[in-house]
């Protein structure tokens, strides 16, 4: 039987999506890139799915396009400047890299696709397709200086050098830092937790700030108050009165929200 290239597995509110090409440390050709916009819709869709984890099998995260088959002459198509591609806009939901080894050229964008990147010490990212003459068309020009500033994204854009773990904390690339060999077990556990929190509230205010990009400051204020009003009138009053009753003072919290 044929290997799947794009492995989906689910556990309660929380999908895991992992690109399972190992021996090509997880590059994409077009029918992986295909599968993997699949499964990013079939997740979006779900109403029992509340929060993605994506990663990559075998200690890799992705190594961008695959340039065999494009120097065989199979052109790629844009991952996020096409209807179909998978990186195309942020979905309504928050997804979360799980990143090992590789995450360079369109692997970079597949990073920069998610909310959050949790990473180990032997991840490496950066555009290494700039010394093979290919072009970023998976949104890394324009999620990159919004991530990291304009200045260190020139830098990685114009450069094409790697940027190892650390330094990836530092400029704000990455998101946490975690043992060896545990970035998919802590990103499942982070979206676990994520997951808890009531839903409406949490997804407004992620959709507000990624709006506020293309939005003058008084117009993304307004909006913000927009999306905040449905959570102000399912979640908050009864979450002002767990408070009032002793839930969560101090820093501690007897039991997870629960989702209605």
Known sequence: MKTPK?????TGPVTTITIN????????????????????KAFEADPQAHVAVLTGAG?????????????????YFPWAGSDEGPLRAPLSKPVIAAIEGHACAGGLGVALYCDIRIVDETASFGVFSRRWGVPMSDGTTVRLPRVIGQ??????????????ADEAIAIGLATRKVARGTTRAEAEKLAAQIAAF????????????????DRAQAAAIRREMELSLAARRQES??????????????GQFKKQFERK
């Open 59 to 75: 200690g890799a995260f992705c190594a961008g396009a695959d340039l065999k088959e494009l120097g065989g002459g199979t052109d």
């Open 151 to 164: 200045g260190r994204a020139m830098d990685m854009l114009l450069t094409g050098r790697a940027v190892g």
């Open 6 to 10: 794009i492995l989906v597995e689910t």
């Open 21 to 40: 090409r190992p021996e090509a440390k997880n590059a994409l050709d077009n029918e992986a890139a295909h599968g993997m916009a699949a499964a990013l």
């Open 237 to 250: 009053q009864s979450g002002a009165a767990r408070f009032a009753k002793g839930e969560g003072r101090h």
């Open 198 to 213: 009531p839903p409406i509230a949490m997804t407004s205010d992620r959709q507000s700030a990624y709006e506020s990009f």
